[in-house]
């Protein structure tokens, strides 16, 4: 009998506890008989009544459902990585606390694992959100894909079964500023992409705020992609041999008599240019210069507070 581990982070989710437990719970009569349950919820340090509300789904289910409160708020795919870690299935699926993803396609995932597929991706075709919302989360997805990591289907996933051995596999490399999703198509393993649209949040209020987004997309690029050092490097380049070409044109009007007056207005406009140019290059820089030290401090990239199993 295969057993499916079902994470959930959830941070200020009171209102969406209940209902969601009760359907994931009608969904498993959806899945082949003899299939086990594990529900692994992740209080990402709410300050509401979400702990409640999980305490009276692990008390209606106690068999099935595990708790793990974290000490703070370190963030959806760091909550994410500790459901990982108590997570006992031979799969493993995330889904969101509010259920904004469908999860009457959780028994599709679960049958094309069955047929030895490790990696199924829920890819979002459209979302019930806010225009702004929309036109970022389009920018955030082509970006990534485009000059990061070309294996992501388009539009992008939060919502994903994937196998223990992945599981395993992502908890190992123990990354920090990263994005836990994302690892596990970086592994590399052929997946299917399911395609679904998102729906609008029914209850409560989405905590995840443009900070946390611009958060998430810098340690998303910087994690998987050289290109910033690139552009830097080429840029110095183009600018290395626009000067010389620049001083050459200079020495030859210098010499030929056409140079009167030295242009202070140019001079000023190049030195502007460079010293921006420089300051935007030592950000870039200092971007993975300060995520290589952060990585060699070895500290947690959350602390649980207490589990109840």
């Known amino acids: 009998m295969a057993k499916l581990s079902i994470i959930i982070p959830c941070y200020y989710n009171e209102l969406n506890i209940d209902s969601t437990a009760k359907e994931l719970i009608a969904n498993e009569s959806s899945f082949p008989a003899g299939t086990i349950f594990e529900y692994i919820l992740v209080d990402d340090g709410s300050k509401d009544n979400t702990f409640s509300e999980l305490l009276k789904f692990k ?26 870690k108590y997570a006992t299935g031979d799969a493993n699926v995330i889904v969101s606390a509010d259920l904004q993803d469908p999860i009457e396609l959780m028994p599709k995932f679960f049958e094309h694992w069955q047929k030895g597929i490790k990696l199924v991706l829920g890819n979002r075709q459209d979302r019930d959100d806010p225009f702004f919302s929309k036109i970022f989360a389009q920018t ?31 908890l190992e490399m123990d990354e920090s500023n990263s994005n836990s999703l994302y690892l596990l198509t970086w592994l590399k393993y052929e997946y299917v992409s399911i395609p679904y649209s998102r729906k609008k949040r029914q209850a409560g209020k989405s905590r995840w705020t443009m900070s946390k987004k611009i958060k998430l997309f ?15 490097s080429v840029s110095g380049l ?36 460079v010293s921006s140019f420089q300051m935007i290059s030592l950000g870039i820089i200092g ?14 990239n959350y602390v649980v507070d207490v589990v109840i199993e």
């Open 59 to 84: 008390n209606s289910y106690s068999d099935k459902v595990k708790i793990v409160k974290l000490s703070g708020n370190f963030g959806s795919y760091n909550a994410i990585l500790a459901g990982m």
């Open 140 to 170: 955030f997805q082509f970006l990534i894909k485009k000059y990061a990591l070309p294996t992501l289907p388009k539009g992008g996933f939060d919502y994903v079964l994937f196998d223990k051995q992945l599981k395993d596999q992502v």
């Open 218 to 232: 810098v340690d998303s690029f910087v994690a998987f992609s050289f290109l910033p050092i690139r552009i830097i």
């Open 238 to 273: 183009l600018l290395g041999l626009i000067s010389i070409v620049y001083a050459l044109y200079i020495m030859y009007n210098k010499l030929m008599g056409n140079i009167s007056v030295e242009g202070w207005t140019t001079m000023m406009i190049v030195f502007l240019f």
């Open 287 to 300: 971007e993975y210069v300060w995520r290589t030290l952060d990585a060699s401090r070895k500290r947690p």
